[in-house]
């Protein structure tokens, strides 16, 4: 997955650049552009990648902006007030049968350490092996207590459950359960400049 380093959140926007392969580290030098801008560098694999303007990032204030989700690219954009971009990343939205659903919403409520009430595992009262990895597709076994997914740094769209969270995936498949996942390494960053009110247009 692509990790980008942070430091002081709201004051520098990133350090690094990194991109964890398997369990190598592979650390890319920081390409700060004219405008004030890092990019991940071009990679040709399958991997999340984002770009995040550092000068439009630092000088925005939490929830004075908006978020734009477009389902057909897989892509979730962070605008500021003058509708300008300062964070464009990939994301992975709702499967077949578990859409994402459409329409114009609002950041409800924000959760830096948040479990799924839904979706999750089973695991050992005892030892907390997991003994059934997904809970919603069969009955709880005996001896066995559920374990909610981790969503890191969740985001609430709706109150039926869609949030936009940290969440593994492979660049352009639609892989949740109708939430929207975020790379680990820039959803701190989307976090940090949302608030509650926030307008978020999934189209």
Known sequence: MGLAMVTGIGRTALVLLVTFIGSSCVVV???GLSDGSHRLPSLESSLPRW????ALYEAMEPGAGSINI???DQRLTLLDREGST???TDCSTGMVGKETPQGHFHILGKIQDKRSNRYGSYVSESTREIV???S???ARPPGTRFL????PYWMRVT???VGIHVGGFQRGQRTSMGCIRMPEGVQPLLFEKSAVGMRVRIE
């Open 148 to 151: 909610g997914t981790s969503m």
């Open 136 to 138: 919603w597709l069969v």
């Open 51 to 54: 770009t995040v303007n550092q």
């Open 86 to 88: 300062v964070i464009e």
């Open 159 to 161: 109150w039926a459950g």
């Open 70 to 72: 477009v389902l057909a």
């Open 29 to 31: 030098e920081d390409r």
């Open 132 to 134: 059934e990895p997904r």
